[in-house]
Structures are given as C-alpha cells and as structure tokens.
C-alpha cells in the first residue's frame, strides 16, 4: 500500500525518475525508516519533564512495544508540538531529584533499554536483527547532547562523543574542516555498519573554508559526510540549541506527522523562476493525501497569513534577501514579519544567507527556528538560486520516501553544486516526508503512569479554583494549562469569564495572548496586551501580525511596541495612520527616536524615510 503512493506520484509528475546510487541508497533509507515507524507501536500520550535527568529515565522507559514523545516542560514548544500531536493523555512528571553523573554510561545505557536491552547498544540491536543507518554525534557537555539520545535511541542509530567543534561565531579553517571530517568518516568507518546518515547535536559554526571547494566558505552540514577528495558517503543533519529546543526537535522529527502543506512563492513565473514555483503540486498532493494551501508572495498577502499564525507542517517559501530582510513580489520585510507558527513545522527556504547566524533571533534563520520550525534547509552564504533543487523534484523525491533533508541536495554528478557547497541542514536527516499513510503512525491507548499528573485533572482542579475564589492567578493557572491541553475555545471563554468579574490583570492576560491571537479575538487579545509589564518578542510579534484587523485607536499602542531592530519595517506600515492624524511632523518624531541606534539596513532606511518626510 505504501510503495503504490511512490509510484502514483512518479507517474503524475512528468519527471524521470533518477537512477542514480545516491537517489536508490536514500530512497532505501527512507523506506527502513517508515518500515520500523510502522513496527514501533506510538502511545498516544505525551510525557512532559522537568529536567535532563528524568527526561533520560523516561527515555529508558521506551521499548519495541511503546514510545512516546518527550518534552521538557515550557510554555513555548511543549504546548505547540501538544496542538499537533492531539494526545489521548498529557502526563506531568516529577523530577527523579538526581543529576547525571556519567553521561556517557547513561545515555548508552538509555538506547540499549529502548531496544531491549541493559547496557549495551550493539547487542540490543543484534537481538533486534536492526542494522543501523545512522550515526549520532555529540558532545557530552553541549545542551543538544538530549536529543542525540533521543534520535538514538528512537532510530536505533550508533551514538558517539567527540569533542567541542568550536564556537558558532568561529568559522572553521581548513585544518579544522579537514580533522572533523576525517574524524566523522573514521567514526562512521568504526561502526562497520551501512551508515548514510551522520546528525550532529551540538554547537558549531555553519561556515567552513575547504580546500576543495569552488568557492568559500561553505556549510558544514555539507562538508560532514564527505571523504578527503570531497566524495559523499553520507548525508549531514544539524542540531544545536538549548535542551528544551533540542529534545523539541527530536520529538517532532520522531513522532508528528506531515500531511499539511503551505507554498509562498514570490518568484515571477517566467524564466528560470518558473521551475522553482509550485508546477503541478496542487494537482498531485491531495491524491496522495496531504493538503496544500498556496499564498502568492505579496505584502498584503502575507499579512494576511500573519493574522493569527500558520499550522501547515511543511511550508515551502521562497524569497530573495539577506539574513536581515526578504524581498518579496512587491516589497521588502523584516524578519519580524515572517509568520507565527501555531504547531511545529519543516521548513524548505530558496532564500540568500538566513543561516548564516542561525542562533541569532533576530535574522531570517533565527526567527525561523525561534517560531518553532525543526527542520530546517537554507544557506549559509549567496548559494546562486541553482544551488537549490526546484521544490517540484524535492517533493518528487520525499513522495518516493527520499528522507526531507536529503531530499534538498543534488545527488553526486547533478552539476557544480552536488559538491561541497553553501546550503546547511538542520534537523534530523532520517525524517521522513512521505504520502500521508506513511507519517500516520500506529497509535495505542495511553499507559496509566501512578507516577505522574494527568494535566487534564490538574487543569480541572484549577477550573475549579478559578471558579470559586476568582483572582488573577488563579484565572492565569487554569488558562495556562487549557492553553497547554491546546483547548483554544475553552481558554477564550476563560479570558472574558475573568474579564467580566474584573479579575483579568498581568498574570492571565500572560497566559491568553497567544490564543487570542490564534483565535484572531482582536478586542479581547488588545485588552490583554495593554495588561502586560514588559512584552516580550513573541509577544511584540504577535502584536504587529495582528495590526491590520485593529482599529485605528489602537494606532498609539503600536507606537509603543515598535520593534528596534527593525524599526523601520514597524513604521512603514503605521506611516498612513501617524500621518492622517499627526501629520508628517509625527511621522518625524517617530523616526529621530529610533534613528540613534539604528544600525545596517534599519539605519538607511529610517535615513531614506526620514527625506521621505522632509527631515
């Protein structure tokens, strides 16, 4: 049933299929990957942590006949992977109260536990006739050292330790870029294992000099996988972030699955843009049972996506630009712009240098990933537009169980850029985006866990106490953990019930804003945010993306959440507004407050507006 879909699409879409040894080794990964999802029975449950320790422990709890997602619990990813995975059962662990001494010894011991065994991955997986496919790389004091177990132990791939690969400001030498792949093919050569897939969970830079290369710097991602004469014997997946984030990404990657599409295309559709746009997709997606909504890439279009977030789980977006700003149809926005993402998305991104500070929030990469997106293909450096494989062939190949990642690279002898090259991988290179039967995983019912907090009860118990001794935290707890259950309705009846006994201060406008936007309660989210202390990004970004469905008297609160780093953007789009009521002398003062610390593109813009309006 599952290969029939593979051949469906080969068929509908007018492209040979490639024969290659590259295309037939990853389509055969791919396929091994879905084969053993579908033989791993998923407990409909989702186990929320408070620390590395009992994240570890719960992960030994993993066997052949249960897994389950892992999450730390926060108020930001835990409750957007929550909305996706839609849990028969939310449960809330205590901390087991002890630190882990040997990580080393622990995390091979939790792998081993996953597959059956005691201490020792290579008889677990000898017991359970698995042959590896990929090699876990981490380092024993990075953060992301969680999700190295986790992607582990829930492929059954070898894990290894290296040791720190510099810092992410520090681009790599060629020394330093010859020693680590030499080291990774030695790690891999170990193994005596088919190994074609290599993730590194740690910090690094995502730029590289190489003797080899065209051109430098390229990405490092590229780079590991590759033997001294710059020949591919695997493919490379990133990484890298906080433990929260991290353990985000291997759940998502292991455990959600990826049937809604959204296409933004802001290319023209002519010439050699033509091939990079969305072709026959919205022809062929449906029948092999995966939804596709398409945006045209205009200004006002995305802002019409902006109100209230997005929920695909794939979204391909093409733009030109910078890490600081893209270039749309018709105009040009800031990264603050991209839109809020509602539930955990992967991301395909035809865009010049957004990974180039991929930890730094306030470029096109970093907002990208601080929204929630966990896989993640984009440059590093100007890659040139036929660097990128045309998103048509990307989804032909994912459509023949092709993993995503390495669905976005040329396969060796498919010109200049199959080489060593500019485009970076994030996120696990063995996740699959394949028909809609196939990410659909076999769920059983949740296991009863004496141990924990069944959130649901805990949020009825706080129902409760809000209902009887209505205050401001009590509204706020109750809210918070609806809000975490993803019971959007519920949390804005919880809202206006606290409004309305005049409870409804700081500590629950908080813990409702975020369903207010995604429920685009334009009155009831502006009440909330002017009872905030000190609004935070998220919160500012939340605010702007909704600016266009509010009145104009809400005009004075944007003022005042104009966001520095882009100043510019901010005002541009309240410029109309300021000038109908205050006249170009408004606009003006604006202007000259940001200006000062103004830097790059914000400075010259503002400087442009400024002569604009007769400064």
Same mark, same amino acid.
């Given at each position: 049933m599952i290969f029939m879909h593979a051949l469906l699409l080969a068929t509908i879409v007018q492209t040979s299929t490639p024969t290659d040894i590259e295309f037939q080794t990853a389509a055969a990964a791919g396929q091994k990957v879905v084969q053993l999802q579908h033989a791993l029975p998923l407990v409909n449950q989702v186990v929320l942590v408070p620390d590395e320790a009992t994240y570890l422990d719960e992960l030994s709890k993993w066997s052949t006949e249960a897994r389950w997602p892992v999450l730390y619990d926060d108020n930001r990813f835990a409750p957007m992977f929550i909305r996706k995975f839609r849990p028969q059962k939310v449960w809330r662990r205590p901390s087991i109260g002890q630190p882990v001494e040997d990580f080393k010894t622990t995390s091979r011991q939790v792998v081993a536990k996953a597959w059956g065994g005691t201490a @020792?991955?290579?008889?677990? *997986? !000898?017991? %359970?006739?698995?042959?590896?496919?990929?090699?876990?790389?981490?380092?024993?004091?990075?953060?992301?050292?969680?999700?190295?177990?986790?992607?582990?132990?829930?492929?059954?791939?070898?894990?290894r330790f290296v040791e720190k690969w510099g810092e992410e400001q520090v681009m790599w030498s060629e020394s330093d870029s010859t020693q680590r792949m030499e080291k990774v093919q030695t790690l891999v050569?170990? #193994?005596? /294992?088919?190994?074609?897939?290599i993730t590194v969970c740690m910090s690094m830079s995502p730029r590289a000099h190489y003797a080899r290369a065209k051109e430098n710097p390229v990405a490092t991602t590229d780079l590991l996988g590759r033997d001294k004469e710059g020949v591919r014997f695997a493919w490379c997946g990133w990484v890298f972030g906080s433990q929260k984030s991290s353990a985000y990404i !291997? !759940?998502? @990657?292991? *455990?959600l699955p990826r049937t809604n599409y959204w296409f933004c295309n802001t290319y023209p559709d002519s010439g050699v843009w033509r091939q990079y746009g969305i072709g026959n997709l919205e022809e062929v997606l449906p029948k092999l049972d995966i939804t596709l909504t398409t945006t045209d890439g205009t200004l006002e279009a995305l802002y019409?996506? /902006?109100?209230?977030?997005?929920?695909?789980?794939?979204?391909f977006f093409t733009s030109k630009g910078n890490q600081d700003f893209l270039e749309l149809a018709d105009g040009r926005i800031a990264p603050t712009w991209l839109p809020v993402l509602n539930t955990p998305a992967a991301l395909y991104f035809l865009h010049s240098w957004s990974?180039?500070?991929?930890? %730094?929030?306030?470029?096109?990469?970093?907002?990208?990933?601080?929204?929630?997106?966990?896989?993640?293909?984009?440059?590093s450096h100007e890659p040139v537009l036929q660097a990128f494989v045309p998103p048509m062939e990307v989804v032909r190949r994912t459509m023949n169980f092709v993993p995503f990642l390495i669905a976005s690279r040329w396969f060796a002898g498919q010109g200049i850029h199959s080489n060593s090259w500019r485009l970076n991988?994030?996120?696990?290179?063995?996740?699959?985006?394949?028909?809609?039967?196939?990410?659909?995983?076999?769920?059983?019912?949740?296991?009863d866990r004496t141990n924990c907090t069944d959130v649901v009860a805990e949020a009825k118990l706080f129902l409760m106490q809000a209902k009887e001794n209505p205050s401001d935290a009590s509204f706020a707890k109750a809210i918070e953990l609806v809000s975490l259950l993803g019971r959007n309705k519920i949390v804005v009846q919880l809202w206006h019930a606290a409004n309305g006994q005049g409870v409804a201060?700081?500590? #629950?406008?908080? @813990?409702a804003l975020a369903t207010l936007f995604r429920a685009q309660a334009v009155d009831a989210f502006l009440w909330a945010y002017r009872l905030l202390e000190t609004p935070n990004r998220h919160e500012q970004d939340m605010l702007w993306q909704l600016?266009?469905? *509010?009145?104009? @008297?809400?005009?004075?609160?944007?003022?005042?959440?104009?966001?520095?780093?882009?100043?510019?953007? /901010?005002?541009?789009?309240?410029?109309?507004?300021?000038?109908?009521?205050?006249g170009k002398q408004g606009i003006l003062s604006i202007i000259n407050t940001y200006l000062p610390k103004a830097r790059g593109r914000n400075e010259r813009e503002l400087k442009r507006m400024l002569k604009e309006y007769g400064g």
């Open positions: @020792s991955p290579n008889i677990a *997986f !000898a017991d %359970n006739e698995l042959e590896p496919i990929g090699l876990v790389i981490t380092n024993k004091d990075d953060p992301a050292r969680v999700a190295a177990v986790a992607l582990a132990a829930g492929r059954g791939q070898r894990l050569q170990e #193994t005596n /294992d088919e190994i074609v897939t !291997a !759940a998502c @990657s292991l *455990f019409k996506v /902006d109100n209230g977030g997005v929920d695909e789980d794939v979204i990974l180039k500070k991929p930890s %730094n929030r306030v470029t096109v990469g970093g907002t990208w990933l601080d929204r929630g997106v966990y896989a993640y293909v984009g440059s991988t994030i996120g696990d290179p063995l996740m699959v985006c394949g028909p809609g039967p196939t990410t659909n995983r076999r769920r059983v019912d949740a296991i201060e700081k500590l #629950t406008a908080k @813990s600016a266009s469905l *509010f009145p104009e @008297s809400a005009i004075s609160l944007l003022i005042d959440n104009i966001r520095g780093v882009y100043a510019c953007d /901010d005002i541009r789009l309240i410029a109309p507004i300021v000038e109908k009521n205050q």
